[in-house]
């Protein structure tokens, strides 16, 4: 089983910065890719970013340019930096990671993210 804890959300001025860290246990070693979806009240869970273990990354066409996937896989944890952080994007941003094996999706609790001045 694996588990998923995100940290670092909270309020940021529009513009400002805001850096998610999330931590994997359990059976980390066939998590790939990792990565962070976010929802808004009424819209569909989106992808934000993704990444494999060797590195490759994937982000939506919104948030290129302004966000940051890494991770690092002997402490088994994804971070996502983002940046300029737009007024529409408030939402709770989910830790997501998928079994390579079987495919089976995990997804954290989600923490928020508010965007606000």
């Known amino acids: 089983q694996v588990q998923l804890v995100e940290s670092g959300g909270g309020l940021v001025q529009p513009g400002g910065s805001l850096r998610l860290s999330c931590a994997a246990s359990g059976s980390t070693i066939t998590l790939n890719p990792m990565g962070w979806y976010r929802q808004a009240p009424g819209k569909e869970r989106e992808l934000v970013a993704t990444?494999?273990?060797?590195?490759?990354?994937n982000y939506a066409d919104s948030v290129k340019g302004r966000v940051t996937i890494s991770r690092d896989n002997a402490k088994n944890t994804v971070t996502l930096q983002m940046n300029s952080l737009k007024p529409e994007e408030p939402a709770v941003y989910y830790c997501?990671?998928?079994?390579?094996?079987?495919?089976?999706?995990?997804w954290g609790r989600g923490t928020q993210v508010t965007v606000s001045s």
């Open positions: 990444i494999t273990s060797g590195g490759s990354t």
């Open positions: 997501n990671a998928v079994n390579v094996w079987s495919r089976v999706n995990y």
